[in-house]
């Protein structure tokens, strides 16, 4: 034998020793286990790439202190007046003001009792893209969300909560948006926006609040769980780094101290985007959702809410905002854009997860170029379990052109989406879906829409029941 081949052959029988001497001298890491949290910065000492893509993502940028740089509202001594039908008296030409003192924000808002304006200063803003929501700190703990919203799509203050419920915002109503109970932000909404948010104590009036989080934003944690134990695992022996690659990668096991989705049941990993993605909570589980936490707890600590992922009813014509129903009883609302992914065959029959298609690192990219939008990449991520759907054969309409493509039928834009101050369709994630013109012609366009009248709005929901009665018979439709 040639010297080079005795080497490869004594390189190939030394790997298995290697790999079995690492893994007999790496420490052992236990199956359930509970750690503390460490923040992202900790994570990204290590995980370099991964942390440069999150901390500039919307996720990272959640929550943020108000500075000049995170502040996109018009605080140029801006006058917001209402809108003249809200008007009824002379002041209401003026009821809220934003202004700036140096690198300080406030919006100040009209006292009707008191004839004066009573200033709020703004501690931080929540958000950047859609709109930007602004929170106050109250003198007993509580985080206090202002009434006024900015729409950068609309260049515009506006008072989001008359934006969802659909109604004309006075002076007295702007008052009335402070003292609501989910007017405390850091008791209802924050548990979404930041990092491990504990409320430590309140009183059941919402005015008093004492709540900790870890970080501002949605953080490494937030989606991997605490990562105390994970943190020393690999500090301490650098063993223990090549074996528990050996573990995850080649025996499948689980990450060590850390939730890893791919590593998790189907349920545990759509919880981690279903727990803030999935709005369409009962009042009954919101503590669920509140503790909720990814990870593998020995103390009992809930990591699976699949159990609650449907229990919010599917009610047909729902008007409520966000999570209103179409007559035919599909999700419509924004807040109910995960419920439609649970309701899919997809998801109950296969093995689909929200992060085939979006980055969970930087949240507004897609895993791969070109899968969230209607064309060859999408379609290839469908043929994967659709092989035999493919081609004008299956579509009746010619390779490239609207309607040829998976998503043109099977996940048209039918959620409604207001986040930005007006109406923007979007995608409804039931991706099993099928265009139903017998719902449609029963409840009408405004009520069931269907995929194929809305490309082809000359045309009534009978024409489309015959196309798909002559192009796919089995349907029955």
């Known amino acids: 034998m040639r010297p080079r081949g005795r080497t490869l052959v004594a390189c190939l029988v030394a790997l298995p020793v290697l790999a079995l001497g690492v893994l007999t001298t790496a420490e052992p890491y236990p199956s359930l286990f509970d750690a503390d949290y460490v923040g992202s910065a900790t994570c990204g000492k290590c995980h370099t790439q991964v ?12 929550v943020r202190p108000a500075t000049p740089e995170t502040v996109i509202g018009n605080f140029k001594d801006h006058a917001w007046p209402l809108p003249p039908e809200g008007r009824r008296l002379p002041a209401d030409d003026k009821p809220v003001k934003c202004f700036r003192k140096g690198d300080e924000f406030f ?3 009209w006292h009707g009792d008191a004839q004066r304006y009573v200033d709020f200063k703004i501690d931080y803003v929540v958000g950047y893209q859609y709109r930007q929501e602004y929170i106050t700190r109250e003198r007993d703990g509580v985080l206090r969300r202002l009434p006024l919203q900015w729409f950068p799509a609309r260049a515009e203050f506006y008072p989001y909560w008359n934006h969802q419920e659909g109604t004309v915002p006075d002076q007295l109503d702007l008052w009335s948006q402070m003292s609501v109970p989910n007017s405390a932000w850091n008791l209802f909404c924050g548990r ?4 491990h948010l504990q409320v430590l104590d309140k009183d059941d009036k919402h005015t008093r609040a004492h709540t900790e989080w870890t970080e501002p934003g949605i ?9 105390s134990h994970h943190v020393r695992y690999f500090e301490k022996n650098y063993v223990n780094r090549f074996a528990a690659f050996l573990k995850s990668e080649l025996r499948g096991e689980p990450v060590a101290f850390m939730a890893k989705g791919s590593k998790l049941t189907k349920g545990q990993d ?22 909720f936490e990814p990870g593998y707890s020995k103390e009992g600590r809930l990591n699976d809410l699949s159990a609650h992922f449907q229990e919010f009813p599917l009610q047909p014509g729902r008007p409520v905002f966000t999570v209103e129903c179409w007559a035919d009883g599909r999700p419509k609302g924004i807040g109910m854009l995960f419920r439609s992914f649970i309701e899919s065959k997809c998801y109950q029959h296969g093995e689909a997860r929200c992060y085939d298609c979006h980055d969970p690192h930087q949240n ?8 969230l939008e209607a064309g060859v990449v999408s379609d290839a991520y469908c043929l994967k379990c659709h092989a035999g759907t493919r081609g004008p054969i299956h579509t009746h309409h010619a390779a490239g052109t609207p309607g040829s493509f998976c998503y043109d ?7 409604a989406n207001h986040v930005g101050g007006y109406l923007r369709p ?10 139903d013109p017998a719902a449609t012609a029963m409840h009408g366009n405004e009520g069931s829409p269907n995929a194929c009248n809305d490309c082809h709005k000359d045309k009534d929901a009978a024409w489309v029941s015959s196309k798909m009665a002559q192009w796919w018979p089995a349907s029955g439709k």
């Open 270 to 291: 759509l919880s981690i985007c279903g727990r803030c993605h999935g709005a369409d909570i009962m009042l009954a589980s919101q503590d669920a959702y509140r503790t």
């Open 192 to 195: 979404c926006h930041t990092t």
């Open 51 to 62: 942390y440069a893509d999150w901390e500039y993502s919307p996720h990272a940028l959640m």
């Open 107 to 109: 919006m100040a808002l």
């Open 426 to 435: 979007v995608r409804t994630h039931d991706m099993s879906s099928i265009p």
């Open 219 to 227: 953080g490494c944690e937030a989606c991997h769980g605490p990562g």
């Open 364 to 371: 507004k990219r897609p895993t791969t170029p070109g899968i």
């Open 409 to 415: 039928c099977h996940m048209p834009k039918h959620i």
